[in-house]
């Protein structure tokens, strides 16, 4: 079944403890990304990659870390959490760089930083 | 820079009324647009989508045509079911295709 699947769904940590929430898909696609979704923010595109050692900032980038050593993996590093960076995380793939095409989602990760 | 501004919510209509969530959006050139759904613990699924000027998508009874005079893709549906309760989001992708850009969301309930 094509998806794309993170982990974990729901954390729980302290501020400053380190984390990382992993993305994969297995769609061959070239193109992911992360955002987070807030209340009355909607979702703000965290980072994007291109391809494979290709990453690029989005909107909110500040206190995230990205890298994109294969293809379908892409994970999300959390240096330093702080509470402001409790929300909802969804990560995202699609096949082309074009615009036009659709990105397919994950199931979310619901971060909670105390 | 680009950005969407989309209706505020919650709607809650009655079942098998006519739904309209309004769009718009700012852009330089010319982006394709989106419109996902989000039912409650998932991820955004597409619903439709539009690439250019006067193109209509639908998906569902769902239609929303892109409007580059207005700079506008309403979301319409002539008669809403319980199970369309969900939260949907504008989107816009600029056309080198790197960014997406999302509204806030607009929560529906339906109910019977």
């Known amino acids: 079944e094509a998806q794309v699947t993170q982990n974990p769904r729901y954390l729980i940590t302290v501020t400053g403890k380190k984390l990382t929430v992993t993305c994969s898909q297995n769609?061959?696609?070239?193109?992911m990304s992360w955002y987070r979704q807030d209340p009355g923010l909607g979702l703000r595109q965290i980072y994007y990659?291109?391809?494979?050692?290709?990453?690029d900032k989005g909107d909110v980038p500040e206190g995230y870390k990205v890298s994109r050593k294969e293809k379908r993996n892409f994970p999300l590093i959390l240096e330093s959490p702080s509470p402001n960076q409790t929300s909802l995380y969804f990560c995202?793939?699609?096949?082309?760089?074009?615009?036009?095409?659709?990105?397919?989602f994950g199931p979310g990760t619901r971060l909670l930083v105390l | 820079g680009d950005s969407v501004t989309q209706m505020e919510g919650p709607v809650t209509l009655s079942e098998e009324a006519f739904l309209t969530i309004n769009c718009t959006y700012t852009?330089?050139?010319?982006?394709?647009l989106f419109w996902y759904v989000q039912y409650p613990g998932e991820g955004l699924q597409l619903l439709l989508k539009?690439?250019?000027?006067?193109d209509k998508g639908s998906n569902k009874g769902f239609e929303a045509t892109y409007r580059k005079e207005t700079t506008s893709f309403h979301l319409e549906k002539g008669s809403v079911q319980v199970s369309d309760s969900a939260v949907y989001f504008c989107?816009?992708?600029?056309?080198?295709?790197?960014?997406?850009?999302f509204g806030t969301g607009t929560s529906l309930t339906v109910i019977p």
């Open positions: 989107a816009l992708n600029e056309n080198t295709g790197n960014q997406f850009y």
């Open positions: 769609m061959n696609h070239e193109y």
């Open positions: 539009a690439t250019k000027a006067d």
């Open positions: 852009a330089t050139g010319y982006p394709s």
């Open positions: 995202a793939s699609r096949p082309l760089l074009l615009a036009g095409e659709t990105q397919y």
């Open positions: 990659s291109m391809n494979v050692e290709v990453t």
